[in-house]
C-alpha cells in the first residue's frame, strides 16, 4: 500500500509537517561542514546538506542558500574573504555537527561552542574541521539567484582537496564509506552508508 | 596522513581519475530514476544523481543536467510534455537503474533493455518505476542556464507523491532507510545508508 499525496494535501498540511516531508522525499543528502572567516577575524562553521556535484574540468561544486533560514553569516563571510572550506562529515561528529545549526550571534564561533576542533592549513586563514576526512578549499566563483523562491545557488570552484589516506583509490575514486561519512536523510536524520558496489561504465545492451 | 591535490594536480590528471576524484569528494548523492514520455509517446528512464531540495513551501526540486552527458532524452520529453517522475532507487535495483545510464537511441525504452517495469498511475501519461518506494510527480518549472560550464539547474514542483506504506512518520518525516533506498558515490558507487540518529531542531548552548 501507498500514500497518496497531491500538491492541496502539502499545502493544506502544518509548516514543520511539510517541512519534514519534502526535505526528506528527494532523498539521501550530502553532510558537509562549511567552514569561514569573518572580515574580523572571526571562524564560522555551519552544517549544509545542498553541496552537488556541477562539474570535473574544472572542479566545480553548488549549494543552495536560503534566505530566510540560519547560516548567513557564512555567506557573507564566504563574499568577503572570497573562499570557504568543505568538511566531510563522519559518524562521530553528527551530533556537534547538528549543533551548528544552532542561531548564535555574529563573533560567536561555532567551533567553541560544539566541540569540533578548527584546524589551520598553510597558506590559507579559512578554518578546516580537524578530524574530517575529506577536507576541500574552494574559492566563491558565482551565485544564481532562483527567482521561483528567492534561494541562492553558489557556484565554487575546488582549490585544494586534503583526504585522508586509505579513501583515495588508483582511479581517483574516493570510498566515502571507509571514512565513516555520513547522509542526511531530511532536516535532521543522520545516516551511515556501507558502499554495495560499482559498476563499469554502462554500455547499450546488443540483443 | 592525508593526501594533499591542488588545482594544478587535478588539471594535470587524466579525465577519468578527474571525473572520478570531482565526482567523489562532494559527498553522497540522491540516486533518482528520472521516468519521462515522448512525444511520440515512448518511455524514458535516466539515473540522476544530482537531485536536490530547494524549498518546501511550495515544494521545489531541482537537479543538474550536463549538456555533454547523456541524458538529453529526458530534457526534449520533460520540456515538451511539461513533466516528469522522480522514482528512489532501492538496493535490489542498483544494476538495473545504472545500466539505464547506456547510451540508447531515442525511440528505444531504458525500461525494456533494463528490466525495470514501468508503473502508470490514474491522471498522468508519465511513467514511474513499479517498486520504487517514493515516487514523484513533478512539473518542469523553469531552468537556469550555469554559465560557468554550461550546465543547466533544472526547477521542478513536486505535484503528487506516492509513499510505502511504513516509511512516512507521524510528523511527516520519511525515513528512507525502511524502504532500503540508496545513495551514490561519484560516479558509479551505489551506497546503502542506516540511520543512525535524528535530533531535535538546534538552539543555541547557553553557558
Chains 1, 2 share one sequence.
Not at 6 to 28: F, M
Not at 57 to 81: C, D, E, M
Request: glycine share 8%; hydrophobic share 35%; net charge negative.
Amino acid at each position: 500500500m501507498q500514500h497518496h499525496i497531491t500538491l492541496s494535501d502539502i499545502e493544506a498540511q502544518d509548516k514543520i509537517y511539510r517541512l519534514n516531508l519534502i526535505n526528506s522525499v528527494s532523498g539521501y543528502k550530502s553532510a558537509q561542514l562549511i567552514g569561514t572567516r569573518s572580515e574580523a577575524g572571526k571562524e564560522n562553521l555551519a552544517v549544509f546538506s545542498s553541496v552537488i556535484h556541477l562539474g570535473s574540468n574544472p572542479p566545480y561544486i553548488g549549494f543552495i542558500l536560503r534566505p530566510t533560514t540560519v547560516p548567513r553569516h557564512s555567506y557573507s563571510n564566504f563574499k568577503a574573504h572570497g573562499s570557504f572550506s568543505l568538511n566531510a562529515i563522519t559518524a562521530d561528529q553528527i551530533a556537534a555537527a547538528h549543533h551548528s545549526s544552532a542561531s548564535y550571534p555574529e563573533g560567536i564561533s561555532e567551533f567553541e561552542k560544539t566541540g569540533l576542533v578548527a584546524e589551520t592549513k598553510a597558506g590559507t586563514h579559512i578554518p578546516f574541521v580537524k578530524g574530517s576526512p575529506i577536507q576541500l578549499l574552494c574559492s566563491y566563483e558565482n551565485e544564481y539567484l532562483i527567482k521561483e523562491n528567492n534561494t541562492l545557488l553558489i557556484v565554487g570552484m575546488i582549490q585544494e582537496l586534503f583526504i585522508d589516506e586509505g579513501l583515495l583509490l588508483e582511479d581517483g575514486w574516493v570510498q566515502l564509506d571507509k571514512g565513516k561519512i555520513v547522509s542526511i536523510n531530511g532536516l535532521d536524520g543522520y545516516a551511515l552508508p556501507q558502499l554495495l558496489d560499482r559498476f563499469p561504465y554502462a554500455r547499450p545492451k546488443t540483443d
